[in-house]
């Protein structure tokens, strides 16, 4: 089973990655000023910003992976690993789904489980067409949890939280 991306997504994708690489130019831009000519409060400024809006970039890009579900692992590819990563089922417990809200509305996210109770992997179904058949083909439990406002805002931004039984 493959991931398939859904269309209208693919066009982000792309505006994204078009964003990214402008984002980069102009931070070479300011730091090949900033060695030739001295730095100065604006150039701090602008590169400050620009560096926060390159790890945003990267961040985004990199929760859009290409998943294979096969037999006794996920394999999957992004940005970050393009030779791809095999996550085998017997390093984790259970599948934690919550639901996140973005400017396209509410989304279903998915998170694998590890031993230690910990979320470790994020399937976010902004990105598929298909989540549905991904999620039924992985062979691992729902693991059910009512997360506190804390605790989800702490999930939406690091990825990783503690699941209590």
């Known amino acids: 089973m493959k991931s398939k991306f859904n269309t ?4 982000n994708v792309l505006l994204v990655l078009f964003g990214f690489i402008v ?3 102009f931070t070479i831009k300011i730091l090949n000023k900033m060695y030739i000519k001295g ?3 604006n150039d701090y400024i602008f590169l400050t910003f620009f560096i926060t809006l390159i790890i945003f970039a990267i961040k985004h890009l990199n929760d859009i992976k290409y998943i294979v579900v096969q037999k006794e692992k996920i394999r999957f590819f992004s940005i970050l690993r393009p ?7 017997s390093e984790y417990i259970g599948i934690f789904q919550t639901t996140e809200t973005g400017f396209s509305g509410s989304y279903s996210v998915f ?3 590890n031993h230690q109770r910990i979320t470790r992997f994020k399937i976010m179904g902004l990105y598929y067409s298909n989540i549905d058949e991904i999620i039924k083909k992985i062979p691992l439990t729902n693991i059910k949890n009512t997360l506190s406002m804390k605790k989800y805002l702490y999930l939406l931004f690091t990825g990783k939280i503690r699941i209590e039984k």
């Open 8 to 11: 209208s997504r693919f066009l």
């Open 23 to 25: 984002l980069l130019i």
């Open 39 to 41: 730095v100065s409060t």
């Open 83 to 89: 030779f791809g990563k095999d996550l085998y089922y």
């Open 111 to 113: 998170y694998l489980i």
